[in-house]
């Protein structure tokens, strides 16, 4: 029943920019922490960004600081990724991850979503 899809990949030429999708059902999603990671081939999975259950803080990789925000809306169950000045560095295959830890620790992954850049 728990259900991350993430969306908005594809192809994209150097310095241009894309917002991927997460759309999230079937847990409490205001009460999950929201996480973007990324892997190349051949490299380790990295995380790119982190928002926190309100929004309120957000974290990012130095690899993409200044260049990538994450954002929420927690009406519409959704996280984003907005990424500008994208570099051939950043193709990956863009993964969605919902946290929650307390008495128990929850976390659930999405399938994944390719993004490409190359000229």
């Known amino acids: 029943q728990v259900q991350l899809v993430e969306s908005g990949g594809g192809l994209v030429q150097p310095g241009g920019s894309l917002r991927l999708s997460c759309a999230a059902s079937?847990?409490?999603?205001?009460?999950?922490?929201m996480r973007w990671y990324r892997q190349a081939p051949g490299k380790e999975r990295e995380l790119a960004a982190h928002i926190s259950g309100t929004g309120g803080s957000t974290t990012y990789a130095d690899s993409v600081k200044g260049r990538f925000t994450i954002s929420r809306d927690n009406v519409k169950n959704t996280v984003y990724l907005h990424m500008n000045s994208l570099k051939p560095e950043d193709t990956a295959v863009y993964y969605c991850?919902?946290?929650?830890?307390?008495?128990?620790?929850?976390?659930?992954w999405g399938q994944g979503t390719q993004v490409t850049v190359s000229s």
């Open positions: 991850n919902a946290h929650w830890s307390g008495s128990l620790e929850l976390e659930y």
């Open positions: 079937g847990f409490t999603f205001n009460r999950f922490a």
